[in-house]
């Protein structure tokens, strides 16, 4: 069903599958990693580059470890994988805003540096739920 979506997705949108260069942020769960999967699959298909982009805000002790199983299991796909690290001091408060617009600023960072103009995201149903909350 993903790689129908996909299909559908590029072929309703010629400008960005002309592109050759894009990215996916992965954090390592099962939304992003399908997500990940599916467009590793795309690109190869159509002879274009994808990087696996994934953030460690510095948070959580396990977040490094969680990000080595992805490093892994891109290593094992012969994928381009990016850790970003949210440095400095972190908020006392609204962390989960703060630490959002900070992924996204590193992604986009990221992405201009390698001329990167799209960036898929990955959400599932339970994401959105809490978005709406």
């Known amino acids: ?9 590029f072929k309703c949108h010629p400008d960005i599958s002309d592109q ?4 996916v942020a992965v954090s390592g769960g099962p939304d ?10 795309w690109t190869r298909n ?3 580059s994808i990087h696996l982009v994934s953030v460690n805000h510095g948070l959580r002790a396990e977040a490094a470890t969680e990000l080595e199983s992805v490093a892994r299991w891109a290593e094992e796909q ?7 690290t949210w440095q400095g001091q972190k908020p006392a408060t609204a962390i989960m805003e703060e630490a959002r617009q900070a992924r996204y600023a590193l992604m986009a960072e ?6 990167i103009h799209t960036l898929f995201i ?3 149903q339970d994401d959105q739920a809490r978005n709406h909350f």
Not at 1 to 9: C, E, G, R, S
């Open 122 to 124: 990955a959400h599932h």
């Open 46 to 48: 159509h002879n274009k």
């Open 32 to 41: 992003s990693m399908a997500l990940a999967y599916a467009l590793l699959g």
């Open 1 to 9: 069903m993903l790689n129908q979506t996909l299909q559908y997705f």
């Open 20 to 23: 050759q260069n894009f990215a």
């Open 78 to 84: 012969q994928a381009v994988h990016q850790v970003l």
């Open 110 to 115: 990221y992405c201009a540096a390698q001329n």
